[in-house]
């Protein structure tokens, strides 16, 4: 799947919903399902800063409790409020890693519309899966 202005403009919408009263750095995903559905996500921010959910967790966790499994996502773009590109927190790219495909496109935009992509395994090599977990097999 390509990324497409489609993409970018969900994203930016999604982006708005973001609740961000402390850091002030708004976050927009865009989640996609290999079947057509679509999810947004934001940061929602907590004044107990740890319990703060970022915007690709927030979207996948939507998908995921409306019933989408792992292997039923077709890509994600993300976007931050700034002319940099970030790239997900650690947390996120284990969630990613729990849910999506290794080979699942990671879009990442910002506000000038420049967009870097990675797969989620170029996001966290090496990364720890329940494949680990099997450890008699
Ligand atoms: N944030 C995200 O939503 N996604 C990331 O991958 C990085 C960080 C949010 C969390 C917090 O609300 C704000 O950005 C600043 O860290």
Known sequence: ??????????????????????????VGAYLLTKDGKAFHGANIENAAYPATICAERSALVAAMSQGY??????????????DVISSP????????KELCDDDMPVYMTNNTGAMKKRTVAELLPLGFSGKDLNINE
């Not at 927190?89 to 990613?96: A, D, I, N, W």
């Open 69 to 82: 499994r792992p292997g039923d996502f077709a890509s994600i773009t993300i976007t931050v409020d700034s």
């Open 89 to 96: 927190c650690g947390t996120c790219r284990q969630v990613l």
């Open 1 to 26: 799947m390509t990324f497409t202005d489609r993409h970018f403009e969900e994203v930016r919408k999604a982006q708005q919903n973001a609740y961000a009263p402390y850091s002030h750095f708004k």
